[in-house]
C-alpha cells in the first residue's frame, strides 16, 4: 500500500539515508503483546492460505514450514521475551536468513479521517467504493461497458465525474486534501460525527501505475511560497485548492475502498499491527512470513531533540505497496494518526532486511 518512498524522493527529504550495521546478537526492541498479537494475525492469514508455498527470495518455503515458524515464535516469546538469552535462544532455535544488509526502509501510517455516512455541506468529498464493471484481464484493469473492454478511467477523469459519487461513496469526508494522501497510504482510520470509528480498508484500484506528483509542484510552485517537506505540501494543497485539484491530477492511480471493523489493512488484506508488520514486494517475499529488522528509527530525546536510534524488530510481512520494488525495500507501519505521521514521514534510513525460520531436524 505504499508510495510514502516515491514522495520522499520527490519532495527532497531532509534526512540523510542512515545506514545500520548487522547485529552481532539479534534482540526485540518492541512490546511483547504487540508481537503476540502480530503472530496470532500471521497464523490465521496461513491458515487460510491455499497455496502450499511462499516465497523467500529464490528459495520456497512450505506453508507448514510458516506456520510450525510462527507457532514456536508464540512459544519462546511467551518463556523468553525480555531476557538476556532471548537473542541467543532465537538464533539456537530458527535459521535467520539475511536477504539484504542495505535495504532501504521508509514508513507509513494510518490517516484519521472525519466523515459522514451522508453527503452535507460539511462533509462534501466522496470517499468511492470499487465500482462493478471494472475487471482485471492478463494482469491489467478495464471498464466493463457492455460486451467490450475499454481503459478503465483514470484519476482525472475520475475526478470529472467518470463515476456517480453518490452510487460510489462508502463515506463522505471533509478533505479532499487528506483523501489523496490516505489513497497514498492505502487506507485510513473512519471517526463519525457520533464518535464511533470504523476501518476505511483497500478494495482495488484502477490499474494504472503511481505517479508523484510533487517533484512538478515543488518545481513549478514560485519560490517565495514553495513549501518545505511532505507535511509543508499538504498545508499548501489545503490554502490552495485549484493548486491541489491541478496536481492531484497528475498521478493516474486511483485508490477504491471499502468500510469494515476490522483492523486497519494493508493492500494485501492482512491486517496491520502498528510497529510489528512490514511491506514488501511480494515478487520476492510472501506474505505470511515473519522477519528481523534492524535500523535508525526516529526519535526524540526527552528534552525534544530529535535523534536516529537503532533498534531491532520481528515483523509480520503482511502488505505491499506500488513504490516498494525490489528486494531491498521495507515500508514499515507505524499504526494511526497525526503523531505516528510525524514518526512515518522521518523514516529513510537504510538496514538489515532477515528472515526467521525454524530449523528443521
Avoid at 4 to 15: G, H
Avoid at 66 to 88: S, W
Avoid at 291 to 305: K, M, N, Y
Wanted: hydrophobic share 40%; with cysteine.
Amino acid at each position: 500500500m505504499k508510495h510514502f518512498f516515491a514522495v520522499c524522493l520527490s519532495l527532497l527529504c531532509w534526512l540523510t539515508v542512515a545506514a545500520a550495521q548487522e547485529p552481532a546478537v539479534w534482540r526485540d526492541d518492541g512490546d511483547p503483546r504487540s508481537l503476540l498479537l502480530a503472530l496470532d494475525r500471521q497464523e490465521k492469514y496461513l491458515n487460510h492460505l491455499p497455496q502450499t508455498s511462499l516465497k523467500l527470495g529464490e528459495r520456497r518455503v512450505t506453508k507448514a514450514h510458516a506456520l510450525a515458524t510462527v507457532r514456536e515464535l508464540r512459544r519462546l516469546v511467551l518463556a523468553k521475551f525480555g531476557q538476556p538469552d532471548f537473542g541467543a535462544e532465537l538464533a539456537r532455535r530458527f535459521e535467520i536468513v539475511v536477504v539484504s544488509r542495505q535495504a532501504l526502509f521508509t514508513a507509513y501510517h494510518s490517516p484519521v479521517l472525519r466523515v459522514s455516512e451522508r453527503r452535507t455541506d460539511a462533509y462534501p468529498v466522496p470517499i468511492l467504493g470499487l465500482p462493478r464493471d471494472l475487471t482485471t484481464s492478463q494482469g491489467k484493469v478495464y471498464r466493463r461497458v457492455g460486451e467490450r473492454l475499454v481503459p478503465a478511467p483514470t484519476r482525472a477523469q475520475i475526478m470529472d465525474g467518470a463515476y456517480d459519487a453518490a452510487q460510489l461513496a462508502v463515506a463522505w469526508t471533509n478533505d479532499p486534501v487528506d483523501y489523496y494522501y490516505t489513497q497514498i497510504q492505502g487506507g485510513a482510520v473512519l471517526v463519525y460525527p457520533d464518535g464511533r470509528r470504523r476501518s476505511l480498508l483497500f478494495a482495488g484500484h484502477n490499474g494504472y501505475n503511481y505517479v508523484s506528483m510533487e517533484a512538478s509542484a515543488l518545481r513549478e510552485i514560485p519560490e517565495a511560497e514553495r513549501p518545505g517537506g511532505y507535511l509543508g505540501l499538504r498545508d499548501y494543497f489545503r490554502r490552495r485548492p485549484a493548486a491541489a485539484d491541478h496536481y492531484f491530477r497528475l498521478n493516474p492511480r486511483f485508490i477504491f475502498f471499502r468500510v469494515g471493523d476490522e483492523p486497519p489493512a494493508g493492500m494485501a488484506r492482512l491486517p496491520l499491527t502498528p510497529k510489528r508488520s512490514i511491506a514488501t514486494d511480494k515478487r520476492y517475499y510472501s506474505a505470511g512470513l515473519m522477519a528481523l529488522i534492524s535500523f535508525p528509527e526516529p526519535a526524540r530525546q526527552p528534552d525534544g531533540t530529535p535523534e536516529q536510534r537503532p533498534v531491532q524488530y520481528l515483523v509480520a510481512d503482511a502488505d505491499t505497496g506500488a513504490a516498494i520494488t525490489g528486494p531491498d525495500r521495507v515500508d514499515f507501519y507505524f499504526g494511526e494518526g497525526s503523531a505516528t505521521e510525524l514518526f512515518a514521514t522521518g523514516l529513510k534510513n537504510q538496514g538489515t532486511l532477515a528472515y526467521v525460520l525454524l530449523r528443521q531436524q
